[in-house]
């Protein structure tokens, strides 16, 4: 029995030892799968605070006796700096959840959302509700159905919601003097994703709901303008799309090129204003082709114009008539204007033609500052040795060449889609287009037959002078 107890000690140590490198062994284990999964999970807690690509928010504005009403519903992945508490693998913690709620209504929102009455900017809302909903509660279809969404009882605690698909919904109440004065919002929602588009829905004590489609950063939106507000806001657009346009500047320099006095330039370019003045009207109410094919047509036959008027100059065709070119290319020009301001027209509220007459001012504004710029500085290149001649060639050269790669690409887009068919819809159609182009002609033949007899006038005026 006493030789066996040294061999008891062994074989105790050695357990002994065994289990400290297998303890060791675990830990070193363990390390390492930590260390393995903080690598592989580090990306997603690094993007979880992320801005996302696209962001809708869903808004309602409402005055109301002495308050305006806010609505708003965001996605809670949109709100970066906020951290909403969870539980399990990223679930919201809906028990703890209204401190955070508040806190992401307030610097989100509260703190961003600007809304004035008149030109007054009203003081800081009252946060009346905040709660996370599920992406399928109702909140988007109506006023009523927002606010009756907002007074539900909050999710139950144990409803397992990832935190990423909650939305958060939020009631805002500003002090107003009267719910039927003129309000006015400032979104700066921006930096909620990459891009980002409110839809709001403005309903007025008095008068018909209005929806707006806000992307990104759109300033101060006047909810119901004035005349004169409405107006001055579609002059800006118009003076700054013509002067954004490549291919309708394209278009005037070839009409400047040749000409370079005041007196033809201004029947040609009031022709074309003529022009594009009733086909963007026109379209503005409904009267041009809806069918996906028609952007890509307008877009082909603008770059089409310029290589025709480019080649014109080139080849020294007769000017005297170019009018008549100008006030048919004008009406092509009309229906490409109307495309670029057709996200734009919600914000002119009840004055639809103001509006567009408004940003046909702003257009010919523009045009006159291009004339303004180009017939001194193309008299100024002649006039120190550039020949004449040689200048306008090599200069609709270039335009032309231009265009021609414009044509080439947009015709090859334009092949994509599919051409109308010959139905009753397709009739009505061009129907629509052929009444459109009576009524322009009609108005160009006015309008030169008037520019004749005012000629005429005043070639008789200036021989009974002399």
């Avoid at 009444?435 to 070639?459: D, H, K, N, P, S």
Wanted: aromatic share 10%; proline share 5%.
């Amino acid at each position: 029995m006493r030789k066996s107890a040294p061999l008891a000690r062994w074989i105790s140590g050695c357990a002994s030892e065994t289990r400290a490198r297998l303890l060791s062994r675990c830990a070193r284990i363990g390390t390492a799968t930590a260390v393995v999964l903080g690598v592989l999970l580090w990306p997603l807690a690094a993007h979880a605070h992320e801005v996302p690509n696209d962001v809708k928010v869903h808004a309602f504005v409402h005055p109301a006796g002495s308050s305006l009403q806010l609505l708003v519903r965001v996605p809670m992945s949109a709100m970066q700096d906020v951290d909403f508490p969870r539980r399990g693998i990223g679930f919201v913690d809906l028990a703890r959840a209204d401190a955070a709620l508040r806190t992401a209504a307030q610097l989100w929102l509260a703190d961003n959302i600007r809304l004035y009455e008149g030109d007054r900017l009203l003081d800081a809302p009252t946060i009346t509700a905040a709660r996370v909903s599920l992406p399928s509660d109702p909140f988007a279809a109506s006023y009523d159905e927002a606010l009756a969404q907002l007074a539900r009882p909050r999710l139950s605690d144990e409803t397992t919601l990832y935190w990423g698909q909650g939305m958060l919904d939020v009631r805002l109440d500003y002090a107003i003097r009267s719910s039927e004065s003129d309000f006015a919002i400032e979104p700066r929602l921006n930096r909620l994703g990459v891009r980002t588009l409110v839809v709001l829905r403005f309903l007025p004590a008095k008068g018909a709901e209005r929806a707006f489609e806000l992307h990104g950063d759109p300033g101060l939106v006047r909810l119901d303008p004035r005349w004169h507000q409405a107006a001055w806001r579609f002059v800006v657009l118009g003076f700054e799309h013509i002067l954004d346009g490549t291919d309708h500047l394209l278009f005037i320099a070839c009409l400047v090129l040749p000409l370079r006095r005041l007196r033809p330039l201004a029947v040609i370019v009031t022709a074309f204003t003529l022009a594009h003045s009733v086909t963007l009207i026109a379209a503005a109410l409904g009267c041009a082709p809806s069918g996906s094919w028609f952007p890509p047509l307008v877009e082909t036959l603008i770059a089409a114009s310029i290589v025709w008027m480019a080649l014109e100059n080139i080849i020294g065709a007769r000017i005297g008539a170019r009018w008549v070119l100008a006030f048919a290319f004008g009406l092509v020009h009309g229906f490409g204007f109307s495309f670029a301001l057709s996200d734009s027209l919600q914000f002119a509220g009840s004055h639809l033609i103001t509006s567009l007459l408004a940003f046909n001012v702003g257009v010919e504004l523009g045009q006159l500052l291009v004339l303004v710029v180009l017939v001194p500085l193309l008299a100024l290149l002649f006039r120190l040795g550039l020949p004449e001649r040689a200048g306008i060639v090599i200069a609709s050269a270039l335009v032309a060449h231009t265009a021609w790669h414009w044509m080439t690409e947009r015709f090859d887009r334009l092949r994509q889609f599919p051409w109308p068919t010959l139905d009753a819809a397709g009739a009505a159609s061009m129907l629509r287009v052929a009444l459109v182009v009576v009524v322009a002609a009609a108005i160009a033949w006015f309008g030169y037959q008037g520019w004749l007899a005012w000629r005429e006038r005043a070639a008789r005026n200036e021989g009974e002078v002399n």
